[in-house]
């Protein structure tokens, strides 16, 4: 491997373990005593924060190696996604939610779950979603470096987390998400306009920031 890109391999790895350990209970469970519980989200989200900034800067400063060639459709593809991605992503950050990533279940109503009725792990799939057409539209060594784990990580997660909150849940969970996972019965209206609104203002920012921090458009052209 390419010495220039050890730092990104260091920050993606670094990435991925502070989402891997903090999820082994016995070591949040310590954190959390250690620090009070509003001290370790504190804490875990400026960690997050710094650790997506070393991504970007060492994923934009990683030579170009080509995978595949980039073909103009491909260019497409994170333009048609990444809204769904925006919008999962924020309402599944605002919408109540024991079962997945997301604030706690604190206020969730079971008999209007929200965005849940469509997937209990809104997050998880709006990362899938922003992971994979980024993977195909680089197509270079550091590309997949990044958005391969985090596609990894995103999938993986889903099945983690619902046997983690089914042991923790126990006889509750069925009760819980009898209405979760019905796309059949999905309300725009339930979830909230607002939410999909700021869903795609979140798009739109990170559309205009896109060339700021990485240093290419992703608009097609």
Same mark, same amino acid.
């Given at each position: 491997?390419d010495?220039?890109l050890w730092p990104?391999?260091?920050a993606?790895?670094?990435?991925?373990?502070?989402h891997?350990v903090?999820a082994?209970?016995?070591v949040?469970g310590?954190?959390?005593?250690r620090l009070?519980?509003?001290?370790?989200?504190l804490?875990?989200?400026l960690?997050?924060l710094?650790? !997506?900034? =070393?991504? &970007?800067?060492?994923?934009?400063?990683a +030579?170009?190696?080509?995978v595949?060639p980039?073909?103009p459709w491909m260019?497409?593809?994170?333009?048609?996604?990444?809204p769904?991605a925006?919008?999962?992503?924020l309402?599944?950050?605002?919408?109540?939610?024991?079962f997945s990533?997301g604030?706690t279940?604190?206020?969730?109503?079971?008999a209007?779950?929200?965005l849940l009725?469509l997937?209990?792990?809104?997050?998880?799939?709006?990362?899938t979603?922003?992971a994979?057409?980024?993977?195909?539209?680089n197509g270079?060594?550091?590309?997949?470096?990044l958005? !391969?784990? =985090?596609? &990894?990580l995103?999938?993986?997660?889903? +099945?983690?987390l619902e046997?983690?909150?089914r042991?923790a849940?126990?006889?509750?969970?069925d009760r819980?998400a009898?209405?979760?996972?019905?796309p059949r019965?999905?309300?725009?209206?339930?979830?909230?306009?607002w939410r999909?609104g700021?869903?795609?203002v979140?798009y739109a920012?990170?559309?205009?920031l896109?060339?700021?921090?990485l240093g290419?458009?992703?608009?097609?052209?």
């Open positions: 491997m010495e220039t990104l391999v260091v993606v790895a670094a990435f991925v373990a502070s891997l903090p082994t209970p016995a949040r310590r954190l959390i005593r009070g519980g509003r001290g370790y989200f804490g875990y989200g960690l997050s710094v650790l !997506v900034a =070393m991504v &970007a800067v060492t994923f934009r400063a +030579p170009h190696v080509e595949w980039q073909e260019r497409w593809l994170p333009i048609l996604t990444m769904v925006s919008v999962l992503i309402a599944g950050m605002t919408t109540p939610n024991p990533v604030p279940g604190r206020g969730f109503d079971p209007r779950p929200g009725r997937t209990r792990h809104p997050v998880l799939w709006g990362m979603i922003w994979a057409p980024h993977a195909v539209v270079d060594v550091a590309a997949l470096l958005f !391969v784990p =985090m596609l &990894a995103s999938l993986l997660g889903i +099945p983690w046997w983690k909150r042991l849940l126990g006889a509750d969970f819980l009898a209405a979760t996972s019905r019965t999905f309300s725009l209206m339930e979830v909230g306009f999909i700021l869903g795609l979140l920012v990170l559309t205009w896109h060339p700021v921090l290419v458009s992703p608009l097609p052209g």
